[in-house]
């Protein structure tokens, strides 16, 4: 049986989360154990109840997302905080992540990928990110990201770049995802395109 993880919810508007509610609960994998309303509320529920993932509204009464970001890396609280927002600055994602977010979701893609970002996120499959698409090309990718974009390119199925990589698919996968979401691609074969387009194979 897979695992299944804790979430608390933080979100000042509760027909909002309810709704996010609903959809990661109905996974089976995933229990929200507290909602929040406030900043405050989200770090003190974090600390009393210790989750498994914070996922965190940035717009929030009395604390920010970012300031209660940073008051659980300052705590070093054993929890992943994956930050859910209307904002699209790539300037304002980077200062979020630097604070120690396991990742960023905008609240229009949401509904189709939190579910999915809430478990990699649980299961440190690294940074996922859904980031603005006004930050597009190769800076916006990890390392690792990159070389499983170049296997891609050159032809491995993701079975192939798994060895290559010494990874597991389900890692190849995510890492995929997270590339076409970057780059504003709907699939491999744009990725492949992409890269041979813009010279990634020949980096």
């Given at each position: 049986m897979s695992d299944s993880y804790r979430v608390v919810l933080a979100d000042d508007h509760p027909a909002f989360r309810s709704g996010i509610r609903a959809l990661l609960e109905k996974s089976g994998r995933l229990a929200v154990v507290a909602e929040a309303s406030?900043?405050?509320?989200?770090?003190?529920?974090?600390?009393?109840?210790?989750?498994?993932?914070?996922?965190?509204?940035?717009?929030?009464?009395?604390?920010?997302?970012?300031?209660?970001?940073?008051?659980?890396?300052?705590?070093?609280?054993?929890?992943?905080?994956?930050?859910?927002?209307?904002?699209?600055?790539?300037?304002?994602?980077?200062?979020?992540?630097?604070?120690?977010?396991?990742?960023?979701?905008?609240?229009?893609?949401?509904?189709?990928?939190?579910?999915?970002?809430?478990?990699?996120?649980?299961?440190?499959?690294?940074?996922?990110?859904?980031?603005?698409?006004?930050?597009?090309?190769?800076?916006?990718?990890?390392?690792?990201?990159?070389?499983?974009?170049?296997e891609l390119a050159k032809g491995q199925t993701n079975g192939g770049i798994a060895e290559a990589l010494c990874l597991s698919e389900y890692t190849v996968r995510n890492h995929l995802t997270n590339v076409y979401a970057k780059l504003g691609l709907e699939g491999a074969r744009d990725a492949v395109a992409w890269a041979w387009r813009t010279g990634v194979v020949r980096t």
């Open positions: 406030d900043g405050v509320e989200a770090l003190s529920t974090v600390r009393l109840l210790k989750p498994d993932v914070l996922l965190l509204d940035m717009d929030m009464p009395k604390m920010s997302g970012v300031e209660v970001a940073r008051a659980i890396r300052a705590e070093t609280l054993p929890v992943r905080v994956l930050a859910l927002s209307a904002y699209d600055d790539p300037a304002y994602v980077r200062q979020l992540l630097d604070e120690g977010a396991a990742g960023y979701i905008t609240k229009e893609k949401a509904p189709s990928l939190v579910v999915e970002a809430v478990i990699a996120v649980a299961e440190g499959q690294g940074r996922w990110f859904v980031m603005p698409k006004s930050e597009t090309g190769l800076t916006a990718l990890t390392d690792r990201e990159r070389a499983v974009l170049l």
